[in-house]
């Protein structure tokens, strides 16, 4: 089986509330000055798609913003905005911004102006077509299956079940556990989370994990990064001048010029710092939810994770009270009588107790960001207009998988759900 042979196998396209849209206006004025823009790009990061697009522009990179991150190993499409202040546009003359541009895996369409930038609550869904190749009959048969049991409508006695499937599964949508999905756990190296030690203030050590732990799946300049700073950690002239522009090269610099190492970690661009907490976080969050679903469901399955097993209950199975449920992030201001908290509660303080963590631990010492925040998020989300092709005869089957998730969720979730 292989998930993402190209990057064209993995596609996501973002869509964005009606209202949003609304109020879009064709021309540039000082209430709409936020120029929106669609955004596709092909085995690039979110953010280093946007940079381009604001190299492109002649703009600074933070004057384009965008309201989710989508996979790298993909083709995605999502709306950005880029903030056009008065001074670009006189400085434009007749001219406006470009209508379209493509530039190293990045093309943009301008679709209007908007008067704010887009935000998260903006998204209404994200739209994903996968393509699973080479399957086995034994592994389509899991898909199948497994498919069946995460339905919210029974199948119907009488019928065959994969033609039901397909003619059901539109208006039905699947009932899947908001597990975060493994691009959450890419700071995770070889086990370990950067925020344990973060959290004790031991900030050479969350260092080593970042930027110093070299992975077999790694390739190009990270690995080449990696490997260095894990041979010449301490030798910090020697190291810099083996490294080129890199986060680790930016982290070396500090240390180099004898900077703390609590320095050194504020030298990492942002989101890699924020990512290090999120990490913890979220797989905090996985750890109570598989809890909490082990705990009220009788019947399901469990599938390996990067960082534990996660519970899959039958949809049938689910309570309405935990279909509706949120269970809040790990966080040091969490209140323990919070909403749902009588579901949460215990499934959380066992979590920690197996982490060897409490909830005052969830802070940096003498950073303010990034930091363990508070928020809710739903312990399950509905895969709609859910589809699936049928298997050719052929003994390897190719499978073309296709549904909306709501913003935030994971589309890998689903997959893994469904036994791939």
Same mark, same amino acid.
């Given at each position: 089986?292989?998930?993402?042979?190209?990057?064209?196998?993995?596609?996501?396209?973002?869509?964005?509330?009606?209202?949003?849209?609304?109020?879009?206006?064709?021309?540039?004025?000082?209430?709409?000055?936020?120029?929106?823009?669609?955004?596709?790009?092909?085995?690039?990061?979110?953010?280093?798609?946007?940079?381009?697009?604001?190299?492109?522009?002649?703009?600074?990179?933070?004057?384009?913003?965008?309201?989710?991150?989508?996979?790298?190993?993909?083709?995605?499409?999502?709306?950005?905005?880029?903030?056009?202040?008065?001074?670009?546009?006189?400085?434009?003359?007749?001219?406006?911004?470009?209508?379209?541009?493509?530039?190293?895996?990045?093309?943009?369409?301008?679709?209007?102006?908007?008067?704010?930038?887009?935000?998260?609550?903006?998204?209404?869904?994200?739209?994903?077509?996968?393509?699973?190749?080479?399957?086995?009959?034994?592994?389509?048969?899991?898909?199948?299956?497994?498919?069946?049991?995460?339905?919210?409508?029974?199948?119907? *006695?009488?019928?065959?079940?994969?033609?039901?499937?397909?003619?059901?599964?539109?208006?039905?949508?699947?009932?899947?556990?908001?597990?975060?999905?493994?691009?959450?756990?890419? !700071?995770?190296?070889?086990?370990?989370?950067?925020?344990?030690?973060?959290?004790?203030?031991?900030?050479?050590?969350?260092?080593?994990?970042?930027?110093?732990?070299?992975?077999?799946?790694?390739?190009?300049?990270?690995?080449?990064?990696?490997?260095?700073?894990?041979?010449?950690?301490?030798?910090?002239?020697?190291?810099?001048?083996?490294?080129?522009?890199?986060?680790?090269?930016?982290?070396?610099?500090?240390?180099?010029?004898?900077?703390?190492?609590?320095?050194?970690?504020?030298?990492?661009?942002?989101?890699?710092?924020?990512?290090?907490?999120?990490?913890?976080?979220?797989?905090?969050?996985?750890?109570?939810?598989?809890?909490?679903?082990?705990?009220?469901?009788?019947?399901?399955?469990?599938?390996?994770?990067?960082?534990?097993?996660?519970?899959?209950?039958?949809?049938?199975?689910?309570?309405?009270?935990?279909?509706?449920?949120?269970?809040?992030?790990?966080?040091?201001?969490? !209140?323990?009588?919070?909403?749902?908290?009588?579901?949460?509660?215990?499934?959380?303080?066992?979590?920690?107790?197996?982490?060897?963590?409490?909830?005052?631990?969830?802070?940096?010492?003498?950073?303010?960001?990034?930091?363990?925040?508070?928020?809710?998020? *739903?312990?399950?989300?509905?895969?709609?207009?859910?589809?699936? !092709?049928?298997?050719?005869?052929?003994?390897?089957?190719?499978?073309?998988?296709?549904?909306?998730?709501? !913003?935030?969720?994971?589309?890998?979730?689903?997959?893994?759900?469904?036994?791939?």
């Amino acid at each position: 089986m292989t998930i993402r042979k190209q990057p064209t196998d993995f596609i996501v396209r973002e869509a964005v509330n009606q209202a949003l849209l609304n109020l879009m206006q064709p021309r540039w004025s000082s209430e709409c000055p936020y120029a929106a823009y669609e955004l596709t790009k092909t085995s690039l990061t979110t953010p280093a798609a946007t940079g381009m697009l604001a190299q492109q522009l002649g703009m600074r990179v933070g004057d384009v913003q965008y309201a989710g991150l989508k996979d790298k190993h993909a083709m995605t499409t999502q709306m950005v905005t880029a903030h056009v202040r008065r001074e670009k546009q006189e400085s434009l003359g007749a001219d406006s911004l470009p209508l379209e541009l493509t530039h190293q895996g990045m093309s943009a369409r301008r679709l209007g102006y908007l008067p704010q930038a887009i935000k998260a609550g903006d998204i209404a869904h994200n739209q994903f077509q996968i393509d699973v190749r080479d399957l086995s009959r034994q592994a389509w048969e899991v898909l199948d299956h497994r498919q069946r049991l995460l339905r919210l409508i029974p199948c119907a *006695p009488g019928k065959r079940e994969a033609d039901l499937l397909r003619a059901q599964l539109p208006e039905s949508g699947l009932l899947v556990p908001n597990y975060f999905g493994d691009q959450r756990f890419a !700071s995770v190296r070889r086990g370990q989370f950067a925020a344990k030690h973060l959290i004790h203030g031991d900030f050479e050590a969350a260092l080593k994990v970042l930027i110093a732990s070299p992975l077999r799946k790694e390739s190009g300049a990270s690995k080449t990064a990696s490997r260095l700073c894990a041979q010449h950690w301490g030798n910090w002239p020697q190291l810099l001048s083996l490294l080129n522009k890199s986060p680790a090269r930016g982290v070396v610099t500090v240390l180099a010029s004898g900077g703390t190492f609590r320095e050194a970690f504020e030298a990492l661009p942002h989101l890699d710092r924020q990512m290090a907490v999120e990490s913890l976080q979220s797989h905090l969050w996985n750890a109570t939810a598989a809890r909490i679903i082990r705990q009220h469901c009788a019947r399901g399955w469990t599938e390996a994770s990067a960082t534990g097993e996660l519970a899959f209950p039958f949809a049938v199975d689910v309570p309405d009270r935990l279909r509706a449920a949120h269970v809040p992030m790990a966080s040091p201001s969490l !209140s323990p009588d919070g909403p749902d908290a009588d579901l949460w509660r215990d499934a959380l303080h066992a979590t920690l107790d197996a982490e060897e963590l409490s909830l005052d631990q969830l802070a940096i010492p003498g950073i303010r960001r990034p930091s363990f925040d508070a928020f809710d998020r *739903p312990l399950f989300v509905e895969a709609r207009q859910c589809g699936c !092709s049928a298997p050719n005869g052929d003994p390897r089957i190719d499978v073309r998988i296709e549904f909306h998730l709501p !913003s935030g969720a994971y589309a890998t979730t689903v997959l893994r759900a469904m036994g791939q």
